[in-house]
């Protein structure tokens, strides 16, 4: 059993602070115990300093005590993965798994018109399983999957970035109020995402986006009578722990 656990968390920018008009360059989370603080600090410092999005002249890196008490143990989502030859067919995938998880056309349409089109949103935004309508008013900010980190049981994928990808999307998922999600990155250098949810898994798309191109991130699908408030408390706030329980990852 883990004493005591610490979150740590990343933000940086490029043209000042985010909410100063700053673009995003990186972000980066952890839960870890005491002894592992100094190396997530330096390992996020250098994240933040070598990413492909920009240089940042805004860097924050914030560390807090979490009560063990509010720790909520959740499982890795399992995986699956679609090697795709072309970004038509990896959107044309993608459309069809969000729509196997009973996401409506609209929504769909919604969702990729907002990752298509920008512009970026520093977090993800929420947009309802029906009726396909934006749920949350955080505008460029969005929502931040937050206060998360995996057991020290995990068999964890060596790619930190799908490692980070696979974290938020079991966090994400482990609400009940959460449908699927569709990601992929805003980053320049990486245009693969995915398609998740608690019954389907987390679901790669080998290619979703032009190489070079910096629009990307995240959509929530939610259910209709979700309490938004609470659904973004739990997300950004609610300290969760993350193990991989013998799956194949
Ligand atoms: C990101 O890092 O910006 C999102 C990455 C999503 C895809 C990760 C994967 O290859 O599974
Ligand atoms: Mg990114």
């Known amino acids: 059993m883990r004493s005591e656990l610490f979150s740590?968390?990343?933000r940086a920018a490029e043209g000042g602070a985010h909410e100063d008009g700053g673009k995003h360059i990186s972000g980066a989370e952890a839960l870890v115990e005491e002894k592992g603080l100094e190396k997530s600090v330096l390992d996020f410092l250098s994240k933040a300093r070598t990413h492909t999005r920009g240089t940042p002249d805004f860097l924050q890196i914030s560390v807090e005590k979490v009560?063990?008490?509010?720790?909520r143990k959740i499982e890795t989502l399992p995986v699956r993965r679609f090697d795709v030859s072309s970004i038509a067919e990896g959107r044309e995938k993608a459309a069809e798994l969000l729509k196997r998880i009973r996401i409506s056309k609209v929504a769909i349409d919604n969702a990729f018109h907002h990752l298509l089109n920008g512009p970026?949103?520093?977090?993800?935004?929420?947009?309802?399983?029906?009726?396909g309508e934006r749920m949350d008013a955080r505008g460029l900010?969005?929502?931040?999957?937050?206060?998360?980190?995996?057991?020290?049981?995990?068999?964890?994928?060596?790619?930190?970035?799908?490692?980070?990808?696979?974290?938020?999307?079991?966090?994400?998922?482990?609400?009940?109020?959460?449908?699927?999600?569709?990601?992929?990155?805003?980053?320049?250098d990486y245009t693969a995402g995915y398609v998740s949810s608690g019954t389907f898994g987390y679901m790669r798309v080998s290619r979703l986006?032009?190489?070079?191109?910096?629009?990307?991130?995240?959509?929530?699908?939610?259910?209709p009578n979700t309490d938004v408030d609470d659904?973004?408390?739990?997300?950004?706030?609610?300290?969760?722990?993350?193990?991989?329980?013998?799956?194949?990852?």
Not at 149 to 167: E, F, H, T, Y
Not at 171 to 178: G, H, R, T
Not at 231 to 249: A, D, N, Q
């Open 8 to 10: 740590i968390r990343m």
């Open 67 to 71: 009560a063990t008490h509010d720790i």
């Open 120 to 131: 970026t949103h520093r977090g993800a935004i929420l947009v309802e399983a029906h009726s």
């Open 141 to 188: 900010k969005g929502i931040r999957v937050s206060r998360f980190g995996w057991n020290s049981d995990a068999a964890l994928p060596a790619n930190g970035r799908i490692r980070d990808a696979m974290a938020i999307a079991s966090k994400v998922a482990s609400s009940p109020f959460s449908v699927a999600e569709l990601c992929w990155s805003d980053d320049p």
């Open 209 to 223: 986006k032009e190489i070079g191109c910096e629009t990307g991130g995240r959509v929530f699908f939610i259910l």
């Open 231 to 249: 659904y973004i408390r739990y997300l950004e706030k609610c300290p969760v722990l993350i193990s991989t329980k013998g799956r194949e990852l």
